[in-house]
């Protein structure tokens, strides 16, 4: 039985899948490894189970025992990893696409009506008691009508660009390439991301992060934005520069912010904890029992699949 080391707590029916198939390490307290903990725990492991909360940088896989072979990843982003010093290593790794699609795009079209209707505001105020209706009480900004700008139009783009139509949403959008007729359902495609940004009265990050898309919302791409717009953020912290972003809050070029990740998770920039209009979320974008259910199998079976052929359909190195 191959041994591996999983480094955060799965669902019970997902760990029992794995005692099934695997000699399976688990961190029963659900504490965050260290890089040296993680490195010690790994001793006579042929695979990590690893989460996004784990830094793979290049200095902590170069020091990984030989004997691990593969790091199968439970998410879809693998921003966590440092894919290059894993290959040199020979090592894998595997991500867990297609199964959080619709929980993420539903945290991503929540983040486009809490931040354009008030909901952080509206929470508040239910809660401390004592308001009164009123006409003109915490007006929001209505999606009928407004041009929705997506960045990334991968599935998760793709299944927020449906729900938005839905909604009366115009959709825009930029991608390495456009899409076909059929999986654009009619939106409009920008070759470049300057385009996109001066038609976005909302913009929606679903890109991965990448080293060419690190701190691409940035002062200079917030400029292009249409007075007003407001900014959302599905995908990953590392994408949006939170100064710029909470500095366009500040002089309302923007008028809200939906944010659900951040760069330096949990600790994020204080900057928009200051702001009524920031509705931010603790990266819940997969959580659902479904969808976590889903990607902790799909991740075990990836592991298992590469143990048994030496390959995987979801390795991403
Ligand atoms: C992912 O899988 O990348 C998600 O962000 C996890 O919620």
New binding site residues.
Partial sequence: MKKILITRRLLRSCEDKAKELFDANFNLNDELYSQKKLIEMSTGCDGILSA?TDKLDAETINQLPESVKIISN????FGNIDLEAAKKRGIAVT??PDV?TDA?AEIGVLLILGACRRASEGIEKAREGGWVWSADMLIGKQLTGTRLGILGMGRIGQKIAKIAKSLGMIIHYHNRSKLSEEKEQGATYHDNLNDLMKVSDVLSVCCPASKETINLINKDTLELLPKGAVVTNVA?GDIIEDEALIDALERRKVYAVGLD?YKNEPNLNPGYLKHKSAFILP?????TKETRTA?ANLAIDNMDEFFKTGDCKNKVN
């Fill in positions: 996004l439970f998410a879809v982003g991500n867990t959080l993420t990953r990740v990266h819940l974008g997969s959580a990607m």
